[in-house]
């Protein structure tokens, strides 16, 4: 039976994974989010890796590597999901905002403008002693309306963006401000459930 660990806390990510049907436990990762790479692509692949290894590694038989073998229980199947979330626009990667003021600064850019979405998405299997490591990513092009100084207050001042990468949440109140995207809208709100689907069907996991 398959075992499945979610690696976030995100409860946007545990509604989407969800809607999978995917029967599935949190284990949230707890390390700090730091970026060593500039590329987009390969810093939300980087942090998505390293969040669902450091689950993975809570999981392991002590002294054992994830290459190794993993501590399982009756020999179950365990697939671990490590997922990150940025927004980029002109070459600048905007994560979480660290306080109103950057949420403002965030909205701003990005009003009246396209930026993209890029989310990253790391699956550690396990069966029996073998464990496999595989991770990609995901693009979308967002476009957001022009934004009033008023508006952008009015929004921050809900508290929404505090939390979100780029300062918007397309699945809440920021839906009113985003005139069209292109691509994966699952993607944007942070886990691109159908790509994952065919991931898992490479790896030979079957959830359906």
Do not use: C, W
């Amino acid at each position: 039976m398959l075992k499945v660990i979610l690696a976030s806390a995100s409860p946007r990510r545990r509604e989407l994974l969800t809607q999978m049907g995917v029967a599935f436990e949190v284990l949230p990762a707890l390390g700090e989010e730091i970026m060593t790479k500039d590329n987009p692509a390969e810093v939300v692949q980087e942090l998505a890796l390293r969040k669902a290894k450091e689950v993975a590694d809570r999981l392991e038989v002590p002294g054992r590597t994830i290459e190794q073998g993993l501590k399982t229980a009756e020999r179950q199947e365990i697939l671990i999901l490590g997922a990150d979330t940025v927004v980029v626009y002109n070459g600048v990667i905007l994560g979480k905002p660290k306080d109103e003021a950057e949420a403002v600064s965030m909205l701003s850019m990005l009003s009246g403008r396209t930026h993209s979405v890029f989310t990253g998405v790391a699956l550690i299997y396990v069966k029996g002693d073998v464990a496999t490591a595989h991770h990609f990513y995901e693009e979308t092009n967002v476009t957001m309306y022009p934004l009033s100084e008023a508006e952008i207050a009015a929004y921050v001042a809900t508290g929404e963006p505090m939390d979100k990468a780029g300062a918007y949440g397309i699945q809440g109140k920021g839906a009113i401000y985003i005139e069209k995207i292109q691509g994966d809208y699952n993607n944007v709100v942070g886990l691109p459930i159908a790509r994952i689907y065919q991931e898992m069907k490479k790896l030979g996991i079957a959830i359906l």
